[in-house]
């Protein structure tokens, strides 16, 4: 334990590990303060508080996967699997427009146990929130010398409803293995702190300017705990950005209530910051390159913010934050941003932040945990409180899971501190904890409740918000998957009536018109989402697909054109390009668009094929063969390329190499009458009229009005023996 540095300061009042909350005197043995007493007595109260956060949070293993961020961190990531290859991917790559390698990795092996099982996912977040709430007990305990207290302020951290989010959501896996890491950081750092006692740091401090060198003047322990202390805190940042503002805590902890301050100069506690400063200055830099580069710093739909109304939002969302903390009432897991508040609002967020703040300050000597606890508060939030907004969102209970701490210290102190003359004290803190564990116990297990499957967590997101755009679409396509088409168009209706420049809920609709086989709906729905957001290039390719599919080639072209010019690089767009000019019997601007779709996407097989076709329209064949052939190489069970290199093979009397890849093609789709067509064709060439006989009327059984084969059939019958006649054949369109 850290002996305090400051008894017998006239500013600081030191704790002792006296209880203010504790189990009746009768169920308490008589306590020596022996070692082993106290080192059972923390076991016991650690298994007890893993046992209640394990039992509390255990209804949301029977969660679902939320689409909300699940998809591309689980269900849909194609490097989920745990391999050499992907371990090194993590490094390099982003996932839902952050870098957190670790939490990929931890992903990657709940993969490897669970597969897609949901609840395994969800035992693992359960586990690390349990160890998390143990961590913080321990650490707070290490740090202050008192065991009730730090107990309380864990118990609180630990069951505390604005948890569930992190914990329920499996997404936030970056969430519960950022404060694991964090939690370590700063049990390594008391470490360090505790060797580094003031009896060596003048020494230190001395070699420190002079040389620069401070870790060489610590004892090699010391150096161990500040290295395991860097290395922790660069796990933290690693699963999760939002640590970057730990250096600063660790100036806070050394005010109070390490007290290094005392007997330290500040620009050499400062000093000591430097390498966590360098570390979370290199994540600040990762973090904003790739949330630029994935436009998540687009703020709104549609809207860019200026500062002032991100300034507004960050004052009156830390005083909502305070608000839930105090009145955890209608959470939810999306709080829309409102563009602007009031600015009554305003003014009474910002005054009671900057009050809060200054009185504070003022009473850092007299009370150092409450200017800990609140700036605490107030720093860590500062990465995501919306001065640089990423994502829609005004506020996320998720957001609060380190800064709460700062707030529970300072609940938990200032109780001690004005009951620390009652006569009766011990009960009525019993009574306080006891009350406040329940009603924590009771909503934290309602709100577990709302986070069961997609539907749930969006229709919770709608009840209690008003204008929430986004639930109200997410709500809608949870719905759609359901089978609830009805309900979710209503969903998807008022989402657009909300925000009229939010395109999604169009894109649903026109999906939803598609698949009733409505195209000229879907083709509005689709002219309404470009009217929303014109530089949509999922609109333009969507809208120029339907167009081509209804006959509109013209109208087609102008879109996927559009689409193209915004996305250079889009081999989608420039596909749908050839296949319009096809369609317009333009081959040599088909060819070029087909060309240009293989540089950017050499692998497509289907893009080879069209291509292919496209080559053998203009008479090239020879093109035509290669194209064909290597769409079978990077395909071979595309039936259609296959029957289209026969046709080719054929059309150039390379008979015996045309029909072994039309058998090929009809043992992949044997129900092709265009294939069995070709197959006769080829048949007859070789001189199996019989067999032939066979494959036209195998074609007209399966198309009873495909000409070719009838003509091809009446052709043989009539000449069964001109065996050198060819017959009409036919390519796969």
């Known amino acids: 334990?850290?002996?305090?540095?400051?008894?017998?300061?006239?500013?600081?009042?030191?704790?002792?590990?006296?209880?203010?909350?504790?189990?009746?005197?009768?169920?308490?043995?008589?306590?020596?303060?022996?070692?082993?007493?106290?080192?059972?007595?923390?076991?016991?109260?650690?298994?007890?508080?893993?046992?209640?956060?394990?039992?509390?949070?255990?209804?949301?293993?029977?969660?679902?996967?939320?689409?909300?961020?699940?998809?591309?961190?689980?269900?849909?990531?194609?490097?989920?699997?745990?391999?050499?290859?992907?371990?090194?991917?993590?490094?390099?790559?982003?996932?839902?427009?952050?870098?957190?390698?670790?939490?990929?990795?931890?992903?990657?092996?709940?993969?490897?146990?669970?597969?897609?099982?949901?609840?395994?996912?969800?035992l693992t977040n359960v586990l690390l929130h349990a160890i998390n709430t143990i961590l913080a007990f321990l650490v707070l305990r290490r740090m202050t010398g008192t065991t009730w207290q730090s107990l309380m302020v864990a118990v609180l951290f630990g069951l505390h409803p604005l948890r569930v989010e992190s914990v329920a959501w499996i997404s936030e896996r970056k969430d519960v293995l950022c404060v694991l890491f964090w939690m370590l950081t700063l049990w390594a750092y008391a470490g360090y702190a505790q060797i580094v006692t003031r009896e060596n740091c003048r020494a230190m401090e001395i070699q420190l300017l002079s040389s620069a060198r401070f870790l060489s003047g610590a004892t090699r322990r010391a150096s161990l705990f500040y290295t395991l202390a860097l290395l922790f805190f660069s796990l933290a940042l690693m699963s999760k950005p939002m640590a970057v503002t730990l250096p600063g805590v660790l100036l806070l902890l050394d005010f109070w209530p390490l007290a290094r301050w005392r007997y330290k100069r500040w620009a050499v506690l400062a000093a000591e910051k430097v390498p966590f400063l360098l570390l979370s200055a290199g994540s600040c830099v990762i973090t904003y390159i790739f949330q630029r580069n994935s436009g998540m710093m687009e703020q709104l739909v549609g809207v860019s913010l200026p500062f002032s109304v991100r300034l507004e939002n960050a004052a009156v969302s830390y005083a909502r934050y305070l608000g839930k903390l105090f009145w955890p009432a209608e959470l939810c897991a999306f709080y829309p941003h409102p563009g602007h508040w009031p600015l009554t609002e305003v003014l009474l967020a910002l005054s009671l932040v900057l009050g809060l703040s200054a009185l504070t300050f003022s009473l850092r000597h007299k009370l150092p945990w409450l200017f800990v606890g609140w700036f605490w508060f107030f720093g860590t939030l500062v990465p995501v409180i919306g001065l640089i907004q990423v994502g829609a969102q005004s506020m996320a209970d998720r957001y609060s899971y380190i800064p709460s701490l700062g707030i529970f210290i300072i609940g938990v102190w200032l109780f001690h501190r004005l009951t620390e003359t009652w006569h009766y004290r011990n009960f009525v803190g019993g009574f306080a904890g006891g009350a406040l564990f329940l009603v924590c116990v009771l909503l934290t297990r309602h709100q577990i409740g709302f986070w069961q499957n997609e539907v749930s967590v969006w229709q919770r997101a709608v009840a209690v918000t008003g204008n929430n755009y986004d639930a109200h679409n997410r709500l809608g396509s949870a719905l759609l998957v359901q089978g609830n088409v009805a309900e979710a168009v209503r969903e998807f209706q008022e989402a657009s009536r909300l925000n009229p420049a939010f395109a999604e809920p169009w894109y649903s609709q026109g999906y939803i018109f598609i698949s009733q086989g409505n195209f000229d709906k879907a083709i509005a729905?689709?002219?309404?989402?470009?009217?929303?957001?014109?530089?949509?290039?999922?609109?333009?390719?969507?809208?120029?697909?339907?167009?081509?599919?209804?006959?509109?080639?013209?109208?087609?072209?102008?879109?996927?054109?559009?689409?193209?010019?915004?996305?250079?690089?889009?081999?989608?767009?420039?596909?749908?390009?050839?296949?319009?000019?096809?369609?317009?019997?333009?081959?040599?601007?088909?060819?070029?668009?087909?060309?240009?779709?293989?540089?950017?996407?050499?692998?497509?097989?289907?893009?080879?094929?069209?291509?292919?076709?496209?080559?053998?329209?203009?008479?090239?064949?020879?093109?035509?063969?290669?194209?064909?052939?290597?769409?079978?190489?990077?395909?071979?069970?595309?039936?259609?390329?296959?029957n289209n290199l026969g046709y080719v093979l054929l059309h150039m009397r390379r008979v015996d190499e045309a029909v072994p890849q039309f058998l090929a093609a009809l043992k992949v789709q044997p129900d092709n009458a265009e294939t069995h067509n070709n197959?006769?064709?080829?048949?007859?060439?070789?001189?199996?009229?019989?067999?032939a006989i066979s494959e036209f009327q195998e074609a007209l059984r399966l198309k009873p009005d495909y000409e070719a084969a009838s003509r091809n059939l009446a052709f043989v019958l009539k000449k069964r023996q001109n065996s050198a006649a060819l017959p009409t054949n036919s390519a796969t369109p």
């Open 525 to 642: 729905c689709y002219q309404k989402a470009l009217e929303a957001q014109p530089d949509s290039i999922v609109a333009h390719m969507s809208l120029g697909n339907l167009l081509l599919r209804a006959g509109r080639v013209d109208e087609a072209l102008l879109n996927l054109r559009e689409a193209a010019r915004l996305d250079p690089h889009l081999a989608a767009a420039e596909d749908s390009l050839g296949q319009a000019f096809a369609l317009k019997e333009s081959w040599d601007e088909a060819i070029a668009c087909y060309q240009k779709a293989i540089e950017l996407q050499p692998d497509s097989a289907a893009t080879w094929n069209d291509l292919g076709l496209a080559f053998s329209r203009a008479g090239r064949f020879e093109d035509a063969l290669a194209s064909f052939q290597k769409a079978v190489a990077r395909q071979p069970g595309n039936a259609a390329a296959r």
């Open 679 to 691: 197959l006769g064709g080829a048949l007859l060439a070789k001189g199996q009229a019989e067999a």
């Open 1 to 122: 334990m850290i002996q305090p540095a400051v008894q017998g300061s006239p500013h600081l009042k030191w704790t002792t590990a006296e209880p203010w909350f504790s189990f009746p005197s009768t169920l308490k043995p008589a306590l020596q303060d022996t070692r082993e007493t106290q080192h059972w007595k923390v076991f016991s109260l650690c298994l007890l508080l893993f046992g209640l956060v394990f039992w509390v949070f255990l209804p949301s293993l029977r969660g679902h996967f939320i689409e909300f961020d699940d998809s591309p961190y689980v269900t849909e990531n194609t490097h989920i699997q745990l391999t050499p290859g992907n371990l090194v991917w993590a490094l390099s790559h982003e996932v839902a427009a952050n870098w957190h390698p670790v939490t990929q990795w931890s992903l990657m092996l709940d993969h490897q146990f669970y597969g897609f099982n949901p609840w395994g996912y969800h």
